[in-house]
T-cell receptor, first 116, second 116 residues
Framework: NAGVTQTPKFQVLKTGQSMTLQCAQDMNHNSMYWYRQDPGMGLRLIYY???????DKGEVPNGYNVSRLNKREFSLRLESAAPSQTSVYFC???????????????FGPGTRLTVL | GENVEQHPSTLSVQEGDSAVIKCTYS??????FPWYKQELGKGPQLIIDIRSNVGEKKDQRIAVTLNKTAKHFSLHITETQPEDSAVYFCAARSLNSGGSNYKLTFGKGTLLTVNP
């Protein structure tokens, strides 16, 4: 199993350009997440999808859109990139978290994005 | 919302010594506390977690302790080895029996360096 895969690994954009970050998981997980990681800021949740067909805002959703294409894939779109969106982006997946389990999140290797 | 503070931000120890990383949380409803390890260039990976009905949990050289009254929890690594060098993140979330809470709040991370 590949686990969680992300493409691309690296990307450089100019201010105002758009792009889509792709994420796929092969663990048959219901829930998927997008985080950004900035130096000294830890991991911050951008959007999440509790299950196929649903998406919800996280802590820092402004400037981003997401699409849960199917159970395997969850994409993150930057419509008009800004320098403040320079970051490392991680996708993660899990079973439905709750008392009975499903709490471990499995992370992809990340996409390093630079916006000039 | 939840706020998680993590200390120290950097920690350097000699091989064989113990390392302790501490976190505090603000939301008394939080009852699930995972720790993630992130190696250079990779995504975070769960190493241990604890629920609020347990005061301590051990897994070989790693242990986590929880003080619900004081709202703090700690990661203890004994007999450290060079391969323990990484960034460690604590996190907190509430698990609801009546539903699921998907939002995990992370601390800002601790860079642990184990010197041979």
């Amino acid at each position: 199993n590949a686990g969680v895969t992300q493409t691309p690994k690296f990307q450089v954009l100019k201010t105002g350009q758009s792009m889509t970050l792709q994420c796929a998981q092969d663990m048959n997980h219901n829930s998927m997440y997008w985080y950004r990681q900035d130096p000294g800021m830890g991991l911050r949740l951008i959007y999440y999808s509790a299950s196929e067909g649903t998406t919800d805002k996280g802590e820092v959703p402004n400037g981003y859109n997401v699409s849960r294409l199917n159970k395997r894939e969850f994409s993150l779109r930057l419509e008009s990139a800004a320098p403040s969106q320079t970051s490392v982006y991680f996708c993660a997946s899990s079973e439905v978290p709750g008392i009975a389990g499903g709490n471990e999140q499995f992370f992809g290797p990340g996409t390093r994005l630079t916006v000039l | 919302g939840e706020n998680v503070e993590q200390h120290p931000s950097t920690l350097s120890v000699q091989e064989g010594d113990s390392a302790v990383i501490k976190c505090t949380y603000s939301d008394s409803a939080s009852n699930y506390f995972p720790w993630y390890k992130q190696e250079l260039g990779k995504g975070p990976q769960l190493i241990i977690d604890i629920r609020s009905n347990v005061g301590e949990k051990k897994d070989q050289r790693i242990a986590v302790t929880l003080n619900k009254t004081a709202k703090h929890f700690s990661l203890h690594i004994t007999e450290t080895q060079p391969e323990d060098s990484a960034v460690y993140f604590c996190a907190a979330r509430s698990l609801n029996s009546g539903g699921s809470n998907y939002k995990l709040t992370f601390g800002k991370g601790t860079l642990l360096t184990v010197n041979p």
